[in-house]
């Protein structure tokens, strides 16, 4: 759990802890579908949909195998229709550009990759945190990928934090 915990501590927080303000000085209290406030939870699950109108999710059914799939984990196209309005997409390039933090630019300009990643650690995230469910190792395996990355290929951390 520690390591999924990173990217919650790391990206989810700062992310909600910036834009619930700038949200606020504009008079806006939900985006979408996720209320914005300092009492609400927010979960890695809501920042695809605010991220890009569509992602890379890993295709239903595949994260209750005990082994990784045959041919490796398959990817679908989620789409987020219809939840975040274009003023509300236009609002978040705005805070997005104004945000200073490191993390901002690649959100900005790699936000579909940024959702994807979010989207996946997210599940297997939903996984371990509950107590009827673990994680097998090669989900262990896939969730240290998607956070630090592998073999030269770098995780979420690495691309949001890189310096240009």
């Known amino acids: 759990m520690k390591l999924s915990q990173v990217i919650e501590r790391e990206v989810l927080q ?6 619930m303000p700038f949200a606020r000085h504009q008079q806006v209290h939900k985006i979408g579908r996720i209320a914005l406030g300092p009492d609400q939870q927010h979960t890695l699950s809501m920042m695809p949909t605010l991220l890009a109108p569509q992602w ?3 295709q239903s059914g ?8 045959e041919g490796g984990v398959k990817m679908v196209k989620v789409t987020a229709q219809g939840k975040v309005s274009a003023r509300d997409r236009a609002l978040i390039s705005q805070f997005l550009e104004q945000w200073e933090h490191p993390m ?14 979010l989207d996946q650690i997210s599940k297997l995230r939903n996984i371990e945190v509950h107590p009827e469910s673990f994680l097998y190792r090669w ?11 592998k073999q030269g290929k770098g995780g979420l951390l690495k691309q949001l934090f890189a310096l240009l």
Not at 62 to 69: D, E, G, I, N
Not at 107 to 112: E, I, P
């Open 14 to 19: 700062p992310f909600f802890q910036a834009l």
């Open 56 to 58: 890379r999710s890993i």
């Open 62 to 69: 595949q994260l209750s195998a005990r082994a990784r799939p």
């Open 104 to 117: 901002a630019t690649c959100l900005s300009q790699k936000g579909g990759k940024a959702a994807s990643s």
């Open 139 to 149: 989900q262990y395996e896939l969730l240290h990928q998607l956070i630090a990355g």
